[in-house]
Protein backbone atom coordinates (compact mmCIF):
# COMPACT_ATOMS: atom_id res chain seq x y z
CA UNK A 1 0.00 0.00 0.00
CA UNK A 2 1.41 3.73 -0.60
CA UNK A 3 2.61 5.77 2.53
CA UNK A 4 -0.24 8.29 3.73
CA UNK A 5 0.05 11.42 2.36
CA UNK A 6 2.13 13.99 3.93
CA UNK A 7 -0.65 17.02 4.94
CA UNK A 8 0.68 20.12 6.54
CA UNK A 9 -2.54 22.12 8.10
CA UNK A 10 -1.68 25.88 7.84
CA UNK A 11 -3.16 27.67 10.94
CA UNK A 12 -3.14 31.92 10.75
CA UNK A 13 -3.14 32.89 13.92
CA UNK A 14 -3.88 36.73 15.48
CA UNK A 15 -4.45 36.43 18.98
CA UNK A 16 -5.58 33.08 19.54
CA UNK A 17 -4.37 32.40 22.79
CA UNK A 18 -7.52 30.60 24.11
CA UNK A 19 -7.90 28.66 20.77
CA UNK A 20 -4.60 27.56 19.55
CA UNK A 21 -3.89 24.81 22.22
CA UNK A 22 -7.20 23.18 21.94
CA UNK A 23 -6.78 23.28 18.29
CA UNK A 24 -3.42 21.80 17.70
CA UNK A 25 -4.69 19.16 20.25
CA UNK A 26 -7.90 18.45 18.51
CA UNK A 27 -6.34 18.22 14.88
CA UNK A 28 -3.54 16.05 16.01
CA UNK A 29 -5.55 13.77 17.54
CA UNK A 30 -7.73 13.01 14.14
CA UNK A 31 -7.72 9.42 12.86
CA UNK A 32 -6.64 10.28 9.30
CA UNK A 33 -5.58 8.42 6.44
CA UNK A 34 -2.83 11.33 6.33
CA UNK A 35 0.52 12.12 8.25
CA UNK A 36 -0.57 15.44 9.71
CA UNK A 37 1.54 18.00 10.86
CA UNK A 38 0.29 21.81 12.08
CA UNK A 39 2.00 25.00 10.84
CA UNK A 40 0.97 28.23 12.74
CA UNK A 41 1.79 31.50 10.66
CA UNK A 42 1.62 33.78 13.65
CA UNK A 43 1.77 38.06 12.76
CA UNK A 44 3.53 38.33 15.77
CA UNK A 45 -0.25 38.52 18.21
CA UNK A 46 -0.11 40.86 20.95
CA UNK A 47 -1.57 38.58 23.72
CA UNK A 48 1.57 36.38 23.14
CA UNK A 49 0.42 33.61 20.55
CA UNK A 50 3.15 33.11 19.17
CA UNK A 51 5.24 32.25 22.28
CA UNK A 52 2.46 30.09 22.88
CA UNK A 53 3.16 28.39 19.20
CA UNK A 54 6.97 27.71 19.87
CA UNK A 55 6.15 25.83 23.02
CA UNK A 56 3.38 23.69 21.33
CA UNK A 57 6.27 23.03 18.56
CA UNK A 58 8.54 21.92 21.50
CA UNK A 59 6.10 19.79 22.72
CA UNK A 60 5.36 17.89 19.61
CA UNK A 61 8.59 17.93 17.67
CA UNK A 62 7.96 17.45 13.94
CA UNK A 63 4.39 17.81 13.92
CA UNK A 64 3.75 21.26 14.72
CA UNK A 65 5.90 24.27 13.14
CA UNK A 66 5.78 28.21 13.57
CA UNK A 67 6.21 30.93 11.01
CA UNK A 68 6.90 33.91 13.12
CA UNK A 69 5.78 37.42 10.80
CA UNK A 70 6.59 40.60 12.24
CA UNK A 71 3.25 42.32 11.80
CA UNK A 72 -0.23 42.07 10.85
CA UNK A 73 -0.67 42.27 7.89
CA UNK A 74 -3.86 40.40 6.81
CA UNK A 75 -5.19 36.33 6.22
CA UNK A 76 -3.65 36.55 2.63
CA UNK A 77 -0.36 37.50 3.17
CA UNK A 78 -0.01 35.10 5.81
CA UNK A 79 -1.72 32.37 4.00
CA UNK A 80 0.52 33.09 0.75
CA UNK A 81 4.03 32.64 3.65
CA UNK A 82 2.61 29.66 4.75
CA UNK A 83 1.67 27.90 1.77
CA UNK A 84 4.94 28.52 0.48
CA UNK A 85 6.89 27.47 3.61
CA UNK A 86 4.32 24.22 3.32
CA UNK A 87 5.33 23.74 -0.14
CA UNK A 88 9.24 23.85 0.32
CA UNK A 89 8.70 21.56 3.39
CA UNK A 90 7.24 18.75 1.09
CA UNK A 91 3.49 19.09 2.06
CA UNK A 92 1.08 17.41 -0.51
CA UNK A 93 -1.53 18.14 0.83
CA UNK A 94 -2.40 21.63 2.22
CA UNK A 95 -5.00 22.63 4.70
CA UNK A 96 -5.86 26.00 5.38
CA UNK A 97 -8.40 26.69 8.36
CA UNK A 98 -9.11 29.11 10.82
CA UNK A 99 -8.08 28.71 14.64
CA UNK A 100 -11.13 29.56 15.93
CA UNK A 101 -13.21 26.23 15.91
CA UNK A 102 -15.58 28.29 13.65
CA UNK A 103 -13.86 25.73 11.63
CA UNK A 104 -14.16 21.99 13.03
CA UNK A 105 -11.78 19.78 12.83
CA UNK A 106 -14.48 16.70 12.78
CA UNK A 107 -14.89 17.85 9.21
CA UNK A 108 -11.42 17.21 7.86
CA UNK A 109 -12.17 13.98 7.27
CA UNK A 110 -14.50 14.67 5.16
CA UNK A 111 -12.56 17.09 2.96
CA UNK A 112 -10.17 14.11 2.58
CA UNK A 113 -13.11 11.75 1.94
CA UNK A 114 -13.93 14.25 -1.31
CA UNK A 115 -10.37 14.90 -2.65
CA UNK A 116 -9.91 12.07 -4.92
CA UNK A 117 -11.19 13.46 -8.29
CA UNK A 118 -10.62 16.77 -7.48
CA UNK A 119 -8.51 19.35 -7.25
CA UNK A 120 -9.25 21.22 -3.97
CA UNK A 121 -12.27 20.56 -1.60
CA UNK A 122 -14.01 23.47 -0.33
CA UNK A 123 -15.72 23.26 3.20
CA UNK A 124 -19.24 24.94 2.46
CA UNK A 125 -21.92 26.46 4.54
CA UNK A 126 -24.04 26.98 1.69
CA UNK A 127 -23.64 23.43 -0.35
CA UNK A 128 -27.14 21.84 0.71
CA UNK A 129 -26.71 19.97 4.09
CA UNK A 130 -24.20 22.91 5.34
CA UNK A 131 -25.15 25.55 7.78
CA UNK A 132 -24.41 28.62 9.86
CA UNK A 133 -24.42 29.51 13.20
CA UNK A 134 -28.16 28.96 14.71
CA UNK A 135 -27.95 31.54 16.95
CA UNK A 136 -27.65 33.95 13.92
CA UNK A 137 -30.63 36.48 13.15
CA UNK A 138 -32.44 35.90 10.13
CA UNK A 139 -31.53 38.70 8.29
CA UNK A 140 -27.81 37.73 8.76
CA UNK A 141 -28.30 34.65 7.45
CA UNK A 142 -30.15 36.20 4.59
CA UNK A 143 -27.19 38.04 3.92
CA UNK A 144 -24.55 35.55 3.93
CA UNK A 145 -26.08 33.53 1.59
CA UNK A 146 -27.25 36.05 -0.75
CA UNK A 147 -23.54 37.70 -0.55
CA UNK A 148 -22.33 34.05 -1.24
CA UNK A 149 -24.49 31.79 -3.19
CA UNK A 150 -25.78 34.89 -5.44
CA UNK A 151 -23.78 37.75 -5.49
CA UNK A 152 -19.98 36.44 -5.84
CA UNK A 153 -21.22 33.51 -7.52
CA UNK A 154 -22.88 35.40 -10.37
CA UNK A 155 -20.38 38.08 -10.37
CA UNK A 156 -17.99 35.34 -11.24
CA UNK A 157 -19.91 32.93 -12.78
CA UNK A 158 -19.10 30.18 -10.25
CA UNK A 159 -21.00 27.02 -9.29
CA UNK A 160 -19.75 27.35 -6.11
CA UNK A 161 -21.89 28.59 -3.55
CA UNK A 162 -19.27 29.79 -0.40
CA UNK A 163 -16.40 31.32 -2.22
CA UNK A 164 -15.80 33.41 0.95
CA UNK A 165 -15.07 30.23 2.93
CA UNK A 166 -11.92 29.07 3.73
CA UNK A 167 -11.72 25.79 5.04
CA UNK A 168 -10.46 24.17 2.00
CA UNK A 169 -7.79 21.17 1.59
CA UNK A 170 -5.44 22.03 -1.69
CA UNK A 171 -3.45 19.61 -3.36
CA UNK A 172 0.33 20.82 -3.72
CA UNK A 173 0.29 20.67 -7.19
CA UNK A 174 -2.62 22.74 -7.62
CA UNK A 175 -1.35 25.43 -5.57
CA UNK A 176 1.74 25.47 -7.48
CA UNK A 177 0.08 25.13 -10.99
CA UNK A 178 -1.87 28.52 -9.94
CA UNK A 179 1.66 30.46 -9.51
CA UNK A 180 0.05 31.72 -6.40
CA UNK A 181 2.87 33.91 -5.03
CA UNK A 182 3.00 36.27 -8.30
CA UNK A 183 -0.99 35.79 -9.28
CA UNK A 184 -2.64 36.01 -5.61
CA UNK A 185 -2.90 39.79 -4.38
CA UNK A 186 -6.11 40.32 -2.58
CA UNK A 187 -6.44 39.98 1.46
CA UNK A 188 -9.12 39.78 3.43
CA UNK A 189 -12.25 37.68 2.52
CA UNK A 190 -11.06 38.79 -1.26
CA UNK A 191 -8.28 36.72 -0.66
CA UNK A 192 -10.60 33.55 -0.35
CA UNK A 193 -12.48 34.30 -3.66
CA UNK A 194 -9.37 35.02 -5.69
CA UNK A 195 -8.32 31.66 -4.94
CA UNK A 196 -10.96 30.04 -6.06
CA UNK A 197 -11.45 31.98 -9.00
CA UNK A 198 -8.23 31.29 -10.23
CA UNK A 199 -8.61 27.77 -9.33
CA UNK A 200 -12.03 27.52 -11.49
CA UNK A 201 -10.62 29.50 -14.18
CA UNK A 202 -7.39 26.91 -14.14
CA UNK A 203 -9.79 24.37 -14.73
CA UNK A 204 -9.07 23.21 -11.70
CA UNK A 205 -11.99 20.82 -9.93
CA UNK A 206 -13.29 22.37 -6.81
CA UNK A 207 -15.91 20.53 -5.00
CA UNK A 208 -17.91 21.85 -1.88
CA UNK A 209 -18.46 19.48 1.24
CA UNK A 210 -21.20 20.71 3.25
CA UNK A 211 -20.03 22.11 7.00
CA UNK A 212 -21.78 23.63 9.19
CA UNK A 213 -19.87 26.63 10.77
CA UNK A 214 -20.84 27.99 13.66
CA UNK A 215 -19.36 31.57 15.42
CA UNK A 216 -15.90 31.50 17.79
CA UNK A 217 -16.44 31.44 21.58
CA UNK A 218 -13.21 32.24 22.46
CA UNK A 219 -11.25 35.41 21.15
CA UNK A 220 -12.43 37.67 18.81
CA UNK A 221 -13.16 38.47 15.00
CA UNK A 222 -10.82 40.45 13.09
CA UNK A 223 -13.13 41.15 10.39
CA UNK A 224 -15.28 43.64 10.50
CA UNK A 225 -18.69 45.45 8.18
CA UNK A 226 -16.06 47.39 6.46
CA UNK A 227 -14.33 44.51 5.22
CA UNK A 228 -16.84 42.77 4.14
CA UNK A 229 -18.09 45.57 1.65
CA UNK A 230 -15.28 46.26 0.76
CA UNK A 231 -14.96 42.59 -0.08
CA UNK A 232 -18.15 42.76 -2.21
CA UNK A 233 -16.37 45.83 -4.43
CA UNK A 234 -13.24 43.92 -4.83
CA UNK A 235 -15.02 40.43 -5.80
CA UNK A 236 -15.28 42.93 -9.59
CA UNK A 237 -10.91 43.66 -9.65
CA UNK A 238 -11.13 39.87 -9.07
CA UNK A 239 -12.88 39.42 -12.12
CA UNK A 240 -11.50 42.07 -14.10
CA UNK A 241 -8.05 40.47 -13.28
CA UNK A 242 -8.59 36.81 -13.42
CA UNK A 243 -11.74 36.22 -16.29
CA UNK A 244 -8.99 35.65 -19.50
CA UNK A 245 -7.07 32.91 -17.79
CA UNK A 246 -7.23 29.11 -19.37
CA UNK A 247 -5.95 25.89 -18.65
CA UNK A 248 -2.89 26.69 -20.88
CA UNK A 249 -1.92 29.32 -17.94
CA UNK A 250 -1.20 26.68 -15.40
CA UNK A 251 2.42 26.81 -13.91
CA UNK A 252 5.19 24.52 -14.71
N1 LIG B 1 -1.48 35.55 10.87
C1 LIG B 1 -2.64 36.23 10.80
N2 LIG B 1 -3.79 35.64 11.15
C2 LIG B 1 -4.95 36.35 11.08
C3 LIG B 1 -4.99 37.70 10.66
N3 LIG B 1 -6.29 38.12 10.69
C4 LIG B 1 -7.02 37.07 11.12
N4 LIG B 1 -6.22 36.00 11.37
C5 LIG B 1 -6.61 34.64 11.78
O1 LIG B 1 -7.42 34.13 10.76
C6 LIG B 1 -8.50 33.35 11.28
C7 LIG B 1 -9.85 33.95 10.90
O2 LIG B 1 -9.96 35.25 11.43
P1 LIG B 1 -11.29 35.80 12.12
O3 LIG B 1 -10.96 37.10 12.71
O4 LIG B 1 -11.90 34.75 12.99
O5 LIG B 1 -12.19 36.05 10.87
P2 LIG B 1 -13.73 35.64 10.70
O6 LIG B 1 -13.79 34.16 10.92
O7 LIG B 1 -14.06 36.04 9.32
O8 LIG B 1 -14.44 36.40 11.76
C8 LIG B 1 -8.24 33.28 12.77
O9 LIG B 1 -7.48 32.13 13.04
C9 LIG B 1 -7.44 34.55 13.03
O10 LIG B 1 -6.63 34.47 14.19
C10 LIG B 1 -3.75 38.32 10.30
O11 LIG B 1 -3.67 39.49 9.93
N5 LIG B 1 -2.61 37.55 10.39
MG1 LIG C 1 -13.73 33.50 12.73
Not at 51 to 58: G, K, N
Not at 235 to 242: A, K, L, S
Request: include cysteine; charge should be positive; hydrophobic fraction near 45%.
Amino acid sequence: MAEAPRLTVVLPTYNELDNLPRMVEALLALPLPARLSILVVDDNSPDGTGRLADELAARHPGRVGVLHRTGKEGLGKAYLAGFARALAEGAELVLQMDCDFSHQPRFVPALLAALPGADMVLGSRFAPGGSVDPHWAWWRKLLSWFANSVYVRVILGSTLRDMTGGFRLWRAATLRGMDIQRRIGANGYVFQVEMAFVAQRLGYVVREVPIEFPDRTAGESKMSLGIQVEAARRTWEVRRRHRGLTRGDRAG
